[in-house]
Each structure stands twice: as C-alpha cells, then as structure tokens.
C-alpha cells in the first residue's frame, strides 16, 4: 500500500514533468534557471518517494506530528468550507458595494454563519456592534489618517 | 557604535515613538492571543507601513516583532498555550507557577528577564552587524547565489516536518518568484492570466501564505474555548520579584548568551534557543530536579533566551540580505516595499534608516517591559477573544492590506490563491515559511546565477566560477552542512519515534 508522502511525491513528480515540457515554447536562455530549479523539484520529489517507501507506515519520521496532527483537524471541514465560500462573496461584492460596507456585510455575516445555532436578537445585535466597530476603528486609522486608498464601489 | 549613536536621535523623533507605541502594545496583544502567530501579525502590518516614512514604517514592524515575542510568554504562563513556538519553554515553569497562584511574580519575572536578554542581543547586534557587512560587500554573484541558496536549505530544514519537503516547499517558492517578465531578455515566464504579468509580488505573498492558512485553521478549531485564568494581580509584588529577578545572575546569563549564539544562526530561532538555555541552566543548577514544577529560574532563561535571539536574528539580514527567521523575511518584504534591498549596501545607501531601525529596537526592549508589566493583569480579557471574530478580522485585514499596496485587486487573488493552496499543502506537511524564502529569495538567486553564468562563460567557465574559491567553499560546506543536520535530526526522531513504539504496551 502506497503511503500518503509516497503519493505526494508522485505527484510533484508529475506536476514538474508536465511543467518541465511546458517550457518548450519559451526562448531557453529565459528558462535557464527555471529548469535547474524544476529539476531540483523532480529529484526532491524522487528523494521523497524513496522516503516514503522505506518507511512504510505513515506518520514516521519527523513529519508524523505534523501528519498526525493535520489528520486530526480534518474534521473541521464545514466551518472551512463556510469561510472559502464567504470570502468568495466578499471578492464578489467588493467592487461593487466598495471595501468598508462589503467588509461589513462579510464580519457580521462569516461570524454569524459559523455560529449560527447560538443566534439571539442580543448575540446578533452585539455582532453588528463589533463589526461596526471593528470597521470604523480601520477606517480612521487607515483612511482618515493614513490616507490609504481602499476599493471603491456604489457606496465607501 | 559611533554611527549608532549618531542616528540614535531620529528613533525618538515623535512619529518614530508613536510608531514603537502602538507596535509594542499592538504586539503583546497579538503575542498574547492564542492561534496568531507573530510572524502573521508582522505580515498583516508590512502593507499598512508602506503609507509611512521608511524608517518609521520598520520602527513599527520592529516593534511588533519584539513585543510578539514577549507577548507570547502571557499565553503560555496563564493557559498553558505558548502564543508563539519561541515561548514553548516558558510554559514548562510558567504555568505551574501560575497554578501555584504566581501569575503575576512569572509574567514580571518573564517581561523583566526578556529586557536584560534583549538588550544583550540588541548590544551584540550593534557591535557585529556593521563589521559584517563590511566582509559582506566583497561578495560577488556566485557567492550571493550560494547565500540565496543557503538561507533556502536553512529554513526547509528546520520549519517543516520533512527536510524533503520543506527543500520542495522552498524551491516551489523559487518558482513561483519566477513568474512574470525574465529579468534580463524580459521574456513573460508562467503567464497564465493576465493576473501574473507583473509576477507575484511580496506582499500578497506574504500576507496569502501566513494569514489565510491561518484563518482556515481558527475556523476548524471554532469550538476551542481557553479556560479563563484565576489571575488577581496584588500590589507590591513588582519590587519583590525585580530584586528576586535580578539575583537570577546565572539563569539571565546563560539565557542571553544561548540566545544570541542560536539567534545569529539562520533559522533556527527563539524556540530552539528557549529550550536549549533551557536546559543547560537545568543542568548547572544544584537542584535540577525543580525545574518544571514552577521554578522561576526557568521563565528567566527561556524569555531571556528567546529576546536576546531577536536582535541577532536580524544580522543576516541586515549584512547579507537572508532572511534568518520567517519573521525576518516578513521584515525583508517591509524593508523592500520601501525600496531598500537589504545586504551589504544598506549600511552605506541608507544608513539613517539602518541606524535608526536598530535604535528603535533597543527602545522596544524598554517599551515592551513597561507595557507588559503595565497590561498584563488586562492579559486574561485577550485570551477570551472568540475564533469566530479573528476569522473575520484577520481576513478583512489581509485584503485590506494586500489590495492597498497597489490598489490592485488582482493581488487580493493572487494572496487567497496562494493561501487556498498553502492550506491544502499544509494537510500533507508542506509548511509556509520555506515557500516564503524561496520567493524571497528566489530574485537573489536568479539574478546572481545568471550573472555569474555570463561572466563564467566568457572567462573561466560555470564549474570553477560557482565551486572554486573560499568564500563560495565555505558557503557551500553550509548549504551541505545544513542540510546534514536537517537529515540527521530526521533520523533521529525517526529512530526514537520507533523506539517509543516498541515500549509501548
């Protein structure tokens, strides 16, 4: 049975074999030292390979707490994937809503669909103060005094 | 040392000492908060220091830096959580003197011993970094490629579980530096989108392959809740523990002189320097038997330690333009958005920022004991910071951050792209500080290897001009070296982890 670095390594092994033969249609001279990095990749991957196969079990070597450790959190999957998701949103409306209302709309909404089940008219009151604040001390720190430009959209 | 004293004035002009305020304090709350870690609070801050002067923008990120480091040790004395890896040996006495009811004696204890361990770092930094530089500025092209080289080799074999990995890790941020135009026929390289035509910048890549790993992360720990601490400060205790404190000759010495020899060496940091200390000034005690049962002695040398790394963390930086740190490279990209290439030339080109950037260092060490002692009995309102609300404050700031460097949007992509797939790297043991060097560092190397080549090939040919010659020898011995050790300590904790297999039932 094939172990999780094994696959790894395979992996990367094809990733730079199909990056190596993408290079084709670039002029060599630019590609020089891309290539010595590409096959540094492709022998660490190997190195990795050969890594794997030798220890046998998974979770050996000084990689294993990190392994284990990432095996054990994988549980947390919804919450992550909320957050993919509403970031997302948040790219979306950015340009268009403009960064302070869009960042509001994403804090009060990403805090209150993580935790949606605790939801009370004070919880969410006291989430919308937060954020509000939250929002408020950037925009004077950042665009009141320091004068950074943000995205700009119908609104701030 | 002349010179130091000669810019000293400009770190307390006005702007400069609102700067190292707010990063201080800014810092011990950041150091305090379990799940940030200070490299990322550095990293969220690089974008926002780039609408300042030069100097004042790194008298902040400078600031941070140190305070982080000492703000940590609340976390890891209170709750038994270091805030960051270069507090974990803080914990070992911290916390049991905090269950026997000393919190307050080991948080003084831990600010006032990181002021004497960080102000033995700062001195040793002021003395050798300038003498350095100037052996520095001899290097040409080949040596300054096997530098980029070395400061890769470092980091991948000491921040990743796997030394292969962590060289894959790092060689894959040699690549990703590589996108864009070719530096010298200018030639677009891995243009995909019109997104990558200027390459990937620093900042995005910064702020993408800290903070968004790490936003990810809160979310699946969302329902950890940290045990509020028992903690009621008492009055009097601070002039009994300075004078406790300060009779520690032994635990304070050997903490800052571990710390500042581990802090020179690139990559290995405040967590090894913790531990190491740690346990030599175990072993020079009478009784090293109470250690770990709350021994103030042990919060003196590690925070001792882990402070006095800071400053001589920074040299080579400062001489030779390596990151030594994650935090350092963090640094480097604050010190780059200015303008300012570290390396030899800094000291000579910008010596009124240098000179200015380390004064404010040594004042940060002062403003980091003040305030810590000042904000610690508030420490426990920090830790009760729900998950929830980081989530949504870090990632507002690392699109704030990234997109106001440039006004460019397109860099808020290139940060979450790069993010997503540092998180998903991270489940199979990739981790983000060699990816880092290795964009870092990948333009030194670049630029160096192609300018050695062209000088190689028309006069004595690529082989003698990379491998001949002392300096490049040495550096390559370092590169090999380090690697060594890298394997070596794979071996090892292969061969105990087997070890503790067998024995157990």
């Known amino acids: 049975m094939i172990n999780r670095d094994t696959k790894v390594a395979l992996i990367v092994l094809v990733g730079t074999v199909a990056l190596y033969l993408s290079l084709s249609s670039i002029d060599p001279e630019a590609t020089t030292f891309i290539r010595v990095v590409i096959v540094a990749i492709g022998a660490l991957s190997l190195l990795l390979m050969v890594q794997g196969l030798l220890l046998k079990h998974r979770g050996e070597g000084r990689g294993a707490a990190q392994n284990s450790a990432s095996k054990k959190t994988v549980y947390g999957w919804k919450p992550v994937a909320c957050i993919f998701g509403a970031i997302l949103v948040y790219f979306f409306v950015m340009e268009r809503l403009g960064f302070y209302v869009s960042a509001f709309v994403y804090f009060v909404g990403v805090v209150s669909l993580l935790d949606w089940r605790g939801l009370t008219p004070r919880k969410g009151f006291a989430r919308i103060a937060i954020a509000f604040l939250f929002i408020a001390v950037i925009y004077l720190l950042f665009s009141v005094i320091l004068q950074v430009q943000t995205p700009r959209g119908l609104l701030i | 040392m002349a010179e130091f004293l000669h810019y000293f004035p400009e770190a307390l002009s006005f702007a400069n000492l609102i700067a190292l305020l707010f990063g201080v304090i800014g810092g011990l709350i950041l150091g305090a908060t379990p799940g940030l870690s200070p490299t990322m609070a550095v990293a969220l801050l690089v974008p926002f220091t780039f609408h300042m002067d030069a100097a004042t923008g790194l008298v902040l990120l400078g600031a941070v830096y140190t305070a982080t480091v000492a703000g940590g040790a609340i976390s890891a004395i209170l709750i038994k959580i270091p805030g960051a890896p270069a507090n974990i040996a803080t914990l070992l006495d911290g916390y049991p003197m905090a269950e026997q009811g000393k919190a307050q004696s080991a948080l003084y204890i831990c600010f006032i011993s990181s002021l004497v361990g960080g102000l033995f770092g700062m001195l040793v930094m002021i003395l050798f970094t300038p003498p350095l530089a100037r052996i520095a500025i001899q290097f040409g092209a080949p040596e300054m490629f096997w530098i980029a080289i070395f400061g890769i080799t470092i980091m991948a074999g000491l921040s990743s579980g796997s030394i292969a990995k962590g060289l894959i890790g790092g060689m894959f941020g040699v690549l990703i530096s590589t996108i864009g135009y070719s530096p010298i026929l200018g030639i677009p390289r891995f243009v995909f989108h019109d997104v990558l035509t200027g390459g990937v910048a620093i900042v995005p890549a910064l702020i993408g392959l800290f903070a968004i790993p790490q936003v990810f992360s809160l979310g699946e720990k969302l329902g950890v809740t940290y045990a509020r601490p028992e903690y009621k400060p008492e009055r009097g205790v601070f002039l009994k523990t300075l004078i406790e404190n300060l009779k520690m000759v032994k635990a304070l010495g050997i903490g800052s002189v571990v710390g500042t020899i581990i802090g020179v060496i690139p990559g290995a940091g405040g967590q090894v320097a913790g531990l190491i200390a740690y346990d030599q000034t175990r072993k020079f005690d009478k009784d090293p038997e109470s250690y770990g049962k709350g021994k103030p002695e042990g919060v003196a040398v590690s925070e001792s330690a882990n402070n006095a790394m800071v400053g001589p963390s920074l040299i080579p930086l400062l001489t030779l333009g390596v990151p030594g740190s994650p935090t ?178």
């Open chain 2, 328 to 505: 350092a490279a963090v640094l480097l990209g604050g010190l780059l958005i200015h303008g300012l290439f570290p390396g030899p030339d800094l000291f000579l080109k910008h010596p009124d920022v240098t000179y200015t950037f380390i004064g404010s260092l040594v004042l940060a060490q002062f403003a980091m004991c003040f305030f810590g002692i000042l904000l610690s009995r508030y420490s426990y309102m920090v830790m009760s910071v729900s998950n929830l609300y980081m989530v949504a404050a870090v990632t507002v700031l690392a699109v704030y951050g990234t997109y106001s460097v440039q006004n460019s949007f397109d860099d808020v992509i290139v940060m979450f792209s790069l993010g997503t797939l540092m998180y998903i790297g991270g489940k199979f043991g990739f981790s983000s500080a060699p990816v880092v060097l290795g964009i870092v560092l990948g333009p030194i190397a670049e630029d160096n290897f192609l300018k050695g080549k062209m000088i190689a090939d028309v006069s004595v040919g690529v082989w003698k001009y990379f491998f001949t010659g002392t300096a490049n020898i040495i550096i390559i011995l370092l590169c090999v070296g380090s690697i060594g050790y890298s394997i070596y300590g794979e071996v090892k904790m292969h061969r105990k982890s087997k070890k503790n297999k067998k024995e157990m039932p």
